[in-house]
């Protein structure tokens, strides 16, 4: 494995991190690589986004999905409430 260096890091942030790693139970080198991974995770095409670009991306090859959507109506008169 690779050691990394970081130089000049702002003590206000280092002591953010300092929290971060304490509150999640971990050493500050072990914090920081969880970040690293959190962030560099997001940068591959293999994860989705959320559902909705799932299915497009799922469909797009097909030319997409186009739904008619009926026309709206009222279903009935409102509801009245005894005063």
Known sequence: MATL???NVEPELRQR???RAARNGRSM???????????LRGD?????????EAIRRLF??????????PPRE???PPVEFDK
Not at 30 to 38: G, S
């Open 29 to 39: 080198e072990a914090e920081l690589r969880h970040i690293l991974k959190d962030v």
């Open 17 to 19: 991190l300092r929290v």
């Open 5 to 7: 260096t970081i130089r």
């Open 60 to 69: 797009e090859p097909f030319g997409g999905v186009e739904l008619e959507l």
């Open 74 to 76: 009222l279903v009935g």
């Open 44 to 52: 591959t095409e293999e994860q989705e986004l959320n559902l909705a």
